[in-house]
């Protein structure tokens, strides 16, 4: 017969005995004064270390607890849940409901969690006479729970540490561009609120690229934590310096009394800039160059006002550098033009829209042809022919200038070729050379490319090179000048007499030829200055052994003195302007049988 209901109630308290005392979970129950009518077995083992379940009736938890701590009495926190129990019995019966409590403390010298409920219980009267409770061990689960803390509060650390990495330079510790233009939006908005003003002070250091290129990385990166040490110092609490990057600082100037002090926050800055900065026993000094936008004039956009102080600075650098200067909106125009006709020079490039034009080179006693200059064109899509003087010093300040320079090469060299082979004797072949080609580490490769396999031609060749640029980086334009030379490439110095070199100078570089600039021809042979400095360049020539040749010759006269005066060499419109390689052919064909002028 299957086992019933009947059954269980006939075995009620054997069935329930059973259950309570193998429990995992701990079971009693109380008295009022706290002493245990009943204990399970997980109680007796876990918490009151007592030898069976009989033992805790009438006794309390703090006996078992004291009994404990007396086994070991050099520690005091052998065992603290004694008290513990007690105090929450207390509490449950004072409060007369049933309650939940988390009990931390120590058993046998170990950490130990509790979670218990306890509840009170009544007679038929209403009357508590005990409580009742259930205690359940989650010490694992509270290792767990506190290593889960600890692994958040370290993922918030280092998600904090990443935020400040995302927001600061890491060389000098500055607020980023990021950050910059983020309180630049706050500082903006406070400012329309408050009807006050923003000044936004965008700072650049003065050439320094060159103290990083000579001196190194590790000097440069001193030298810019040295200075935003210094700006540092100056800037209020409330205001922002940041590093942009390389060598560009911004500041925002918050709550703008009078443009006075915009002024005299600038001259502070630049007054700090001028001591030298000491850095690894080098003395250096270096300049800055500040533009100013103003909100809400300049701009009401974080974006716009940093980048109108960015066009003021270009305008304080074009000024002379070193010097600041505050945006107006027709610098933006300029910029607006300035970009425009970059990225259409950029275009011509790709789409390899220059021509070249020669100019013949005569000699003027035997009235012979001894050769040409290559001019560069640009043919612009809309505007038609450019003339270099229009795109050259652009093309020079982005480094354009070094792929148009070689297209130029490329171009001329295959009409020269083609000359030759005609057997039209076109002389020599002279183009202009932009000293940053000398600075450019594949530039004798190109050329040793250029000239492969037609060794007539490099005897022919000449580049010119203006004497102001070669001074600008001597050293290494001497060095390639020298291995242009060992390829039996002829040099000129272009324009002499307008730069400062010396005659110890002149005498070190590996050149053929001087070229009388045209400024110096023009009043020929009235201007008495002109005069002299021709009849010099002349003499000086002929004392280093070199040739000249002059150009800009227009008229009789200028073509007469300088042949009485030994310049035999002479190019100008007085023979013939630069022309295309098509009328160059036919000028080639022409000059032979005709009389020249
Ligand atoms: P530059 O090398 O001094 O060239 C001489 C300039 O004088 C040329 O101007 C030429 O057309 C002009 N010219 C020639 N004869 C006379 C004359 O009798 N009277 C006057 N007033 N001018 C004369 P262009 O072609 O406009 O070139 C200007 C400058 O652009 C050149 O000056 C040169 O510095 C630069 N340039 C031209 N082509 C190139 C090139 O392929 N590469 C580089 N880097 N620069 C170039
Ligand atoms: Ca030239």
């Not at 935003?228 to 205001?239: A, E, L, T």
């Not at 304080?316 to 070193?322: E, F, L, P």
Request: glycine letters at 6%; charged letters at 25%; aromatic letters at 10%.
């Amino acid at each position: 017969m299957p086992f019933s209901l009947l059954d269980i109630n006939e075995h009620n308290a054997e069935l329930l005995s059973l259950l309570t005392q193998h429990l995992p979970d701990m079971l009693w129950v109380k008295d009022t004064n706290g002493n245990y009518i009943y204990a399970n077995n997980a109680l007796c083992e876990g918490l009151l270390m007592a030898k069976d379940t009989q033992e805790p009736i009438g006794k309390n938890d703090i006996f078992f607890a004291l009994r404990e701590r007396a086994t070991h009495s050099n520690n005091p926190y052998w065992h603290t849940f004694g008290e513990l129990c007690f105090n929450s019995d207390r509490i449950v019966i004072l409060n007369n409901k049933p309650m939940k409590f988390e009990e931390f403390g120590n058993i046998k010298g170990k950490m130990f969690y509790l979670e218990v409920y306890k509840a009170p219980f009544y007679d038929k009267d209403g009357n508590i006479i005990g409580t009742v409770g259930t205690g359940r061990d989650i010490t694992e689960l509270k290792k767990i729970q506190i290593d889960l803390q600890e692994s958040l509060k370290k993922l918030d650390e280092q998600k904090e540490m990443f935020e400040y990495q995302a927001n600061h330079d890491s060389l000098t510790d500055l607020p980023n561009r990021a950050l910059f233009l983020d309180r630049l939006q706050q500082s903006i908005h406070m400012a329309r609120r408050l009807r006050s003003k923003v000044a936004v002070i965008f700072m650049d250091l003065d050439h320094f690229k060159e103290i990083n290129d000579s001196l190194g990385h590790h000097i440069g990166d001193k030298l810019l934590i040295e200075f935003s040490n210094r700006i540092k110092n100056v800037v209020r609490r409330s205001d922002t310096l940041s590093r942009l990057g390389g060598d560009e600082f911004c500041i925002i100037l918050n709550d703008i009394a009078d443009i006075d002090f915009i002024s005299k926050f600038i001259s502070q800055c630049m007054e700090l800039n001028k001591l030298a900065y000491e850095i690894d026993k080098n003395s250096l000094h270096i300049g800055m160059s500040v533009g100013v936008s103003i909100y809400p004039s300049d701009g009401e956009q974080a974006g716009v006002l940093l980048q109108h102080a960015d066009v003021a600075m270009y305008k304080a650098k074009s000024d002379g550098r070193n010097t600041y200067c505050f945006y107006d909106e027709e610098m933006t125009e300029k910029v607006f033009e300035r970009a425009n006709f970059e990225n259409s020079l950029r275009e011509a490039i790709d789409n390899k829209e220059f021509v070249v034009y020669f100019q013949p080179q005569i000699n003027a006693k035997e009235n012979t042809l001894v050769g040409m200059e290559a001019l560069v064109r640009w043919q612009h899509p809309v505007i038609g022919l450019m003339s270099p003087e229009k795109f050259i010093t652009l093309a020079e300040e982005t480094g354009m200038i070094v792929q148009i320079d070689r297209l130029v090469m490329e171009q001329a060299l295959c009409h020269f070729q083609k000359w030759h082979e005609d057997g039209l004797n076109p002389g020599k072949l002279a183009i202009n050379l932009a000293v940053k080609q000398l600075q450019e580490d594949d530039f004798i490769d190109f050329i040793t490319n250029l000239i492969k396999n037609k060794e007539c031609i490099a005897q022919c060749l000449e580049l010119e090179v203006t004497e102001n640029n070669i001074m600008k980086n001597p050293g290494k334009s001497i060095e390639v000048m020298q291995q242009i030379s060992e390829l039996g490439i002829g040099l000129t110095i272009d324009d002499f007499g307008t730069g400062y070199s010396s005659l110890a100078y002149l005498k070190r570089l590996p050149i053929n030829k001087l070229k009388i600039d045209k400024s110096f021809v023009s009043a020929l042979p009235l201007n008495l200055d002109d005069i002299e400095i021709s009849k010099t360049i002349i003499s000086l020539s002929t004392i280093l052994s070199l040739k000249v040749i002059a150009q800009g010759v227009e008229t009789k006269e200028q073509k007469d003195f300088l042949v009485a005066h030994g310049c035999d060499f002479i190019q100008g419109y007085f023979y013939a302007h630069p022309m295309t390689a098509h009328d160059m052919t036919q000028f080639l064909i022409d000059y032979i049988k005709i009389d020249a002028p």
